[in-house]
């Protein structure tokens, strides 16, 4: 077992998980971080993770065999990656983040190498697939890796998503954007990724076909004096050709009413389908830092060279007006947002005033948020414990019983919480 101290890891963990439910409303538009306030309920949740059983025929002339396979149930705790030896054990990366394939079975993780721990990368990442499966028991099992990825001197790998067809992996990598074979972690687009897309890539979420991927991306598109503040936008891009088209459609700003603001997005994931006419539709979630989801019903036209995405840009609220730092910026400031049917999961990047995180969920309408909060591991020496500290939570992969934030931090860790 991997899980860190046992027992009393377990038993720190279920008693630090504090649970609120609280009512926030879903508002049409995005409007300004001050939303409306909302009632907050106190109460003690108790989750029962579901069984789900799978069942594969095989068909003979004669005969035919049922072959029954069950999900374990998660069992929670923090789940460290020194097991696997390399850069984990010497603990010189930075930033750790992955995704899980599409039946849950599998884990990408990925770190940024660095000459020391938490220190500034050299453009070259270490990659692997985990069991997830064996990873919900507190077991580490590497399946393929370790793998090197290389990018350039800009490059920060951060999130990503798997296609539906379990074949791909599309990795964001600040200056660049990966595409990578799922099976081996071959790098598809160029020998190093592509650096022609538009602006700082955060995550990217392929078609339900993985002939295109939208990007999240983080630009300057402002003149002195705003010129330092950021805009979170999308981007369309060619998997096939391995090119982008078009230009950049904001999420944040325009939906905000204010173009100069600093908007700070991260985490995407939804549903896009191809329609008979040839385009794309669907609703995506985002992550950012205002305490709040973006929900973006999204029109993509490939053959649109010029403004490909067009979005209908509404929110869901996780913190509310009054749930702020003494900063006054949100308590909850995500990167992590998990789809699993009408449900949203999320984690907090940052800790609260009592040094402790967040994770929970809320249905993708809007309405009740289960907020739980957890203390960081105490393994973790970088970032120093404090109000705010960043970075946490930011990237996480699930299956049909957990939900699995993983950590930013050094040491880094991820986190299986059953659902």
């Keep these: 077992m991997e899980f860190k101290h046992g027992f009393l890891k377990k038993l720190a963990y279920l008693c630090a998980a504090a649970t609120v439910v609280f009512a926030v409303g879903m508002t049409p538009g995005c409007g300004s971080d001050d939303d409306d306030t909302t009632s907050t309920t106190t109460t003690s949740t108790t ?4 069984t789900t059983t799978t069942t594969a025929v095989t068909t003979t002339t004669t005969a035919a065999t049922t072959t029954t396979t069950t999900i ?14 390399g850069v984990f ?21 990925i770190v940024n190498n660095a000459a020391t721990p938490q220190g500034t990368t050299d453009g070259t990442n270490t990659a692997y697939i985990l069991n997830a499966t064996a990873l919900t028991q507190g077991t580490v099992t590497a399946l393929v890796g370790p793998v090197t990825i290389t990018g350039g001197a800009g490059t920060i790998t951060f999130r990503s998503n798997w296609t539906a067809d379990g074949t791909k992996i599309m990795l964001a990598g600040a200056d660049r954007f990966f595409v990578l074979n799922a099976a081996t972690l071959a790098v598809m687009n160029g020998a190093n990724g592509d650096n022609n897309i538009g602006g700082e890539n955060h995550d990217a979420l392929p078609t339900t076909d993985g002939k295109y991927a939208i990007l999240t991306l983080r630009h300057k598109p402002h003149a002195a004096p705003n010129d330092t ?20 459609t904001s999420v944040c700003n325009d939906c905000h009413g204010d173009p100069t603001r600093s908007s700070v997005l ?12 040839g385009t794309y539709t669907g609703t995506v979630y985002v992550a950012g830092h205002g305490g709040h989801i973006a929900k973006a019903a999204l029109t993509i036209d490939p053959a649109n060279t010029t403004t490909p995405i067009t979005a209908s840009v509404s929110k869901i609220n996780v913190g509310t007006s009054s749930q702020k730092l003494t900063d006054g910026t949100s308590i909850y400031k995500l990167h992590d947002v998990r789809l699993d049917g ?5 984690s907090t990047y940052n800790l609260d005033a009592n040094n402790m995180l967040h994770y929970g969920k809320v249905s993708t309408s809007g309405g009740t948020v289960t907020d739980n909060t957890i203390a960081r591991d105490a393994r973790v020496t970088s970032p120093a414990a404090a109000t705010n500290a960043m970075p946490h939570y930011c990237a996480s992969g699930q299956n049909a019983k957990a ?8 040491e880094a860790y991820i986190t299986v919480i059953p659902k």
Excluded: E, R
């Excluded at 989750?47 to 579901?50: E, L, R």
């Excluded at 991260?266 to 006419?277: A, F, H, P, S």
């Excluded at 939900?403 to 050094?410: Q, S």
């Design 342 to 346: 009408t449900i949203l999961y999320w």
């Design 47 to 50: 989750t029962a993770a579901a």
């Design 229 to 248: 503040k950021y805009d979170g936008s999308l981007q369309l891009y060619d998997v096939t050709t391995g090119a982008k088209i078009g230009g950049l």
């Design 403 to 410: 939900h699995m934030p993983m950590t930013m931090t050094n």
């Design 72 to 85: 374990p149930n998660a069992v929670a705790g923090n789940v460290f990656l020194d097991s696997l030896g």
């Design 89 to 109: 054990a010497s603990k010189n990366y930075k930033f750790l983040h992955g995704s899980t394939s599409p039946d849950g079975t599998k884990m990408f993780v």
């Design 266 to 277: 991260c985490g995407i994931d939804g549903v896009i389908t191809k329609q008979t006419n």
